[in-house]
């Protein structure tokens, strides 16, 4: 079987087709130009998830989608989230049921029913969010209700929700802490503790394997969303001073109240959209409720459907993660 792997060169996307090729699938990557890191057995498919015609072209002939490329980030302009995210999926989802696809796993996000207050032990029966937190969980939310509704008889579709991901690779989630760790501009809300369930690299590719083998077996998962996580909720404090131990950067030991980052918040977005500042302000609103609130699923529910459990756990995925740092992983990201 042929299977399309969306963002087949990022984080999620290259273990994930690392993963089906080793199960014996044929694997297309979806890519945007030519890179560097890819799965080199993987066939390439160039295109964009902005143009129809190329995504038509890089679904011809495969039986199966697995869509893990999003624009993803805590700050920037809706449209250019629902243009990637949501417009994005549509049109991939109409490209591979004109084509006869007939299997369509998509990543999504936690953050889909994520209503600014603590998630505690959640289920996938806890509705949409009212007031989204923030476009890219806006965005998400509306590709995720289009890959359920397209659920049918011929095309079988399932949603996968993970939380934060970790591990060897990760391009966003350590660099970015330890660049500011460094700089002495990281900080955490007091309160606490605060829980979280960050889900390791290897256990939410597998999760993607599991989900589509099951549409393949025709197990009626079909048209339903998973939380897939670590099962095992972590102090936010201690395990992101572990993650930046596994790269000798210095700990975070700064807590702020939460009225204060809130303030802080509120005084750095303001100048930032007044002026028109490039990049992202030094705080947002989004990341301080996510440092003041605990976010940790139920994921009974792909235990028992799925058949999805854990295999690496944190103190394997931390020992994994630091013998990836000694062996230069970092040394090839922007930090």
């Not at 560097?36 to 066939?43: D, Y």
């Not at 049918?152 to 991901?165: D, Q």
């Not at 509120?266 to 007044?274: G, M, N, P, Q």
């Not at 976010?295 to 058949?307: E, R, S, V």
Request: hydrophobic share 40%; glycine share 10%; aromatic share 8%.
């Amino acid at each position: 079987m042929r299977v399309l792997v969306t963002g087949g060169s990022g984080f999620l996307g290259s273990r994930v087709a690392d993963m089906l090729l080793a199960e014996g699938f044929d694997v297309r990557l979806l890519l945007r130009k030519p890179k560097a890191g890819a799965p080199a057995k993987a066939e390439v498919a160039i295109g964009d998830l902005g143009d129809a015609e190329s995504l038509g072209r890089a679904v011809k002939g495969v039986q199966a989608v697995v869509h893990c490329a999003a624009k993803c980030g805590v700050w920037g302009h809706l449209s250019d989230y629902i243009e990637t995210n949501t417009m994005g999926t549509a049109r991939l989802l109409e490209a591979a049921r004109r084509e006869g696809v007939a299997y369509f796993v998509y990543t999504s996000t936690l953050s889909v029913i994520y209503n600014k207050s603590s998630l505690e032990g959640v289920t996938e029966d806890r509705p949409y969010s009212a007031t989204p937190s923030d476009p890219y969980a806006y965005s998400k939310m509306l590709a995720e209700r289009s890959v359920i509704m397209a659920n049918g008889p011929t095309f079988k579709t399932v949603v996968l929700r993970p939380h934060l991901i970790w591990g060897p690779g990760d391009q966003n989630l350590l660099p970015r802490l330890v660049e500011r760790a460094r700089r002495k501009r990281l900080f955490f809300i007091s309160g606490g503790p605060y829980l979280v369930d960050a889900v390791y690299i290897d256990n939410i590719a597998q999760a993607h394997l599991a989900a589509l083998s099951k549409l393949i077996a025709g197990d009626p998962v079909g048209g339903q969303s998973f939380f897939i996580g670590q099962d095992d909720p972590q102090n936010l404090t201690l395990f992101v001073n572990r993650l930046l131990e596994t790269a000798k950067a210095p700990p975070i030991r700064a807590l702020i109240p939460p009225e204060l980052g809130r303030v802080v918040a509120a005084v750095s977005e303001w100048f930032w959209k007044t002026f028109g500042l490039g990049g992202e302000p030094p705080l947002t609103g989004f990341t301080v409720r996510q440092l003041s609130t605990s976010h940790w699923p139920d994921i009974g529910k792909a235990k028992k459907l799925l058949g999805y459990a854990p295999k690496v756990g944190v103190e394997e995925g931390l020992a994994r993660l630091s013998e990836a740092v000694r062996a230069g992983y970092l040394n090839s990201q922007k930090t």
